[in-house]
């Protein structure tokens, strides 16, 4: 069994927390109002890092997939660029990333495909409480933008 899945996100809408940190008024606001959108069978919030011009971390960046006629409750509705991502699961604040990036990089590599940096990496928690209250932890899927490149490609 493959531990990293391909998946497309289309072009889509998202509402988005603005750049923040947690424990932030308006990251925490961000968080209960997603918290209190219907429960579906896939989380629609993905989680970001936000980086400043010259590449330096300056906050995270959460987005919740936005459906017409949605009440953003004031946050900012903006587009989102989609494409394939490569989705590798682990344990929340457990994962090692390093361990996972060159996973992820061998599979790419193999597979004939590269990271996109022009698009977002992004995170997801897809634990229901009840999961996570049994396991003691929740599991988290991180997305990782890929393009085709690289050795198994016909596209280099």
């Known amino acids: 069994?493959?531990?990293?899945?391909?998946?497309?996100?289309?072009?889509?809408?998202?509402?988005?927390?603005?750049?923040?940190?947690?424990?932030?008024?308006?990251?925490?606001?961000?968080?209960?109002?997603?918290?209190?959108?219907?429960?579906?069978?896939?989380?629609?919030?993905f989680l970001s890092f936000s980086y400043d011009e010259k590449g330096e971390f300056n906050g995270m960046l959460w987005f919740y997939l936005y459906e017409e006629g949605m009440d953003a409750a004031g946050f900012d509705v903006v587009d989102f660029k989609g494409g394939p991502y490569a989705v590798a699961t682990d344990i929340d604040q457990k994962t090692d990333m390093k361990a996972m990036g060159k996973s992820l990089d061998k599979f790419l590599k193999a597979g004939g495909f590269v990271r996109d940096h022009s698009r977002p990496e992004l995170g997801n928690i897809i634990t229901p409480p009840a999961v996570r209250e049994i396991l003691g932890y929740s599991q988290m899927d991180y997305y990782t933008p890929i393009k085709a490149g690289g050795v198994g490609s016909t596209h280099d």
């Open 1 to 45: 069994m493959q531990p990293i899945r391909i998946i497309e996100i289309p072009d889509c809408k998202m509402v988005s927390s603005g750049v923040g940190l947690f424990g932030e008024e308006q990251f925490d606001r961000f968080f209960q109002w997603f918290s209190s959108q219907p429960v579906t069978m896939h989380p629609k919030d």
